[in-house]
């Protein structure tokens, strides 16, 4: 699917460009706490022309025919685009908790670390985290690591996604 850089976006935003539009595809799951699982997920990266992105996302666990399960994780929140390849990262998350996260963009490729997790009462408690994502021949791939529930931080969450 053909891309175009929108003419109102703000220039600190030229690293994570690539990003922009809806992604649509699987991914795998494993911890140590949990069984391995499969899931399908929708991205959203939209911008206004301010030193943003709002960031969306959507998960549903699936089975080995790729059948929806039920519904998963769902997250929100907006990456800053802090020029020079400098980023900042809120989320909020339906499970009760927010994040902070710091990183950088460059050549195709964001990677990004936490700087601060609080959570609600009921929420699971999660200490750490790590993403990246990659445009690889044209498709976004990611990984997420994770320290919760006692763990070391470790890998979670790994997809590829296209561009629809």
């Not at 990003?19 to 939209?46: A, C, S, V």
């Not at 339906?94 to 710091?102: L, Q």
Request: net charge negative.
């Amino acid at each position: 699917m053909a891309f175009e850089i929108p003419e109102n976006l703000h220039p600190d935003c030229g690293p994570i460009a690539w990003m922009l539009g809806t992604w649509r595809g699987n991914g795998h799951g494993d911890y140590p706490t949990i069984e391995k699982f499969q899931f399908g997920q929708e991205l959203i990266f939209q911008q206004d022309g301010r030193p943003f992105f709002h960031y969306m996302a959507r998960a549903w666990v699936i089975d080995d025919e790729g059948n929806k399960v039920r519904d998963a994780a769902q997250e929100t929140g907006f990456i800053r685009a802090r020029g020079e390849g400098r980023l900042e990262m809120v989320l909020a998350h339906n499970t009760g908790m927010s994040e902070i996260w710091y990183g950088r963009a460059e050549g195709g490729k964001v990677e990004l670390h936490t700087a601060g997790v609080g959570f609600t009462e009921s929420a699971k408690e999660v200490t750490a985290g790590h993403r990246m994502y990659g445009n690889v021949e044209g498709d976004l791939l990611y990984a997420f690591d994770m320290a919760a529930a006692e763990q070391e931080l470790q890998p979670h969450l790994w997809a590829r996604l296209q561009r629809v």
